[in-house]
């Protein structure tokens, strides 16, 4: 729970603001928590904190396994007491500190050709807890901070926006785990009219709009969102979402060799966006069947070149953690690689 439904639960006991906000902020603090810590926070009215341990429940995750990657990337399999299995990615950052990517649905229902998650299927979306516990046990055992999450692991934040939401605000928090609002991001395939709803209330976290390709018969080869959610419709709600943050909208661009890294794809692309402010962000696709490859160093390197013609901000975006397949579009459950950690 959000602080503020902790606020509108203990509401009929008219407690001091100040006792639940210690409540909440100690659930979320370093350790592994528990329901008894809860009887230690000083300062709180025992009626409160019997209700509390009454009717509280903190359930946890299990860690399945660990995996290290030879750049540092570590993903970990995690086992919900609620059932299914799913994985997140401990990213390294300038050897000072961590940005968690998280799992929001175990599976993925929009099937992108190029990612293993979309090949699973979709199993069910999670809960607001075993998304912040995620954050919670990475944190629990990271020897630097973690400043930032990226809901980017396995599913589509905005097909289960008011958990993702929800874990959101917790992780934001001050009382919470304090990561920074600006910090968080939301990347989403492009479900519209979530992001106008996202739009409209005002959310302070940073979307990343998953493009592939900006000629729509193309990006529906792949992407089959496409067919319900047209590219057309897409660029609008980027348009609304600039214009109303008044700031660069960022793309995420899945580079596939001999398919999406053409002129025409570059001009595609700026045709599209003209007149919105973007910046582009190009990921190489890593595809564990070998059905789609990134490209080589010198289409890359063409690609580029052509893609001046958007005007905007262009970077290539790291997507490490490869050898365990903890990359962008690879998780799937798949124990492989790397070195196996203990906690
Ligand atoms: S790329 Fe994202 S939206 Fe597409 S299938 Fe994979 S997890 Fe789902």
Redesign the pocket.
């Known amino acids: 729970m959000a602080l503020e439904e902790w606020i509108r639960a203990l509401a009929p006991l008219s407690p001091p603001p100040v006792a639940v906000r210690k409540l909440f902020a100690r659930v979320f603090a370093y350790g592994a928590p528990d329901l008894a810590a809860l009887r230690q926070v000083a300062q709180v009215p025992r009626a409160i904190r019997d209700h509390v341990l009454a009717r509280g429940e903190l359930p946890s995750l299990e860690v399945l396994e660990r995996r290290r990657a030879p750049d540092g990337f570590v993903k970990y399999l995690f086992q919900s007491p609620a059932g299914g299995r799913f994985e997140a990615v401990r990213i390294p950052l300038f050897d000072r500190k961590y940005v968690v990517c998280v799992s929001s649905q175990v599976g993925?229902a929009?099937?992108?050709d190029f990612?293993s998650?979309?090949r699973l299927g979709f199993d069910r979306n999670l809960r607001t807890w075993e998304m912040v516990d995620q954050v919670l046990r990475i944190r629990a055992e990271a020897d630097r901070p973690v400043t930032g999450v990226v809901f980017m692991g396995?599913?589509?934040p905005l097909l289960n926006p008011v958990e993702v939401l929800r874990a959101a605000r917790i992780l934001s928090h001050p009382a919470g785990l304090a990561i920074s609002a600006r910090a968080i991001s939301l990347s989403t395939?492009g479900v519209v009219p979530a992001i106008h709803r996202y739009v409209a209330e005002g959310h302070p976290y940073r979307l990343i709009f998953?493009v592939t390709s900006a000629i729509p018969e193309k990006r529906g080869r792949v992407?089959p969102i496409e067919a319900t959610h047209p590219f057309a419709d897409l660029v609008g709600a980027v348009r609304e979402y600039a214009a109303v943050r008044r700031e660069r909208a960022m793309l995420a661009y899945v580079l596939i060799a001999g398919f999406n890294t053409g002129r025409e794809d570059a001009e595609a692309l700026a045709r599209a966006f003209r007149g919105i402010p973007i910046k582009l962000d190009l990921i190489e696709v890593t595809d564990p069947s070998g059905r789609y490859r990134p490209p080589g160093a010198d289409e890359l390197a063409r690609f580029r070149d052509e893609l001046q013609v958007l005007q905007a901000p262009v970077a290539r975006r790291y997507s490490g953690g490869k050898d365990i397949l903890a990359a962008c579009?690879t998780l799937a459950g798949t124990a492989v690689g790397g070195e196996l950690i203990q906690a």
């Open positions: 993925c929009l099937a992108c990612c998650t979309g396995m599913g589509e395939a998953s992407m579009g």
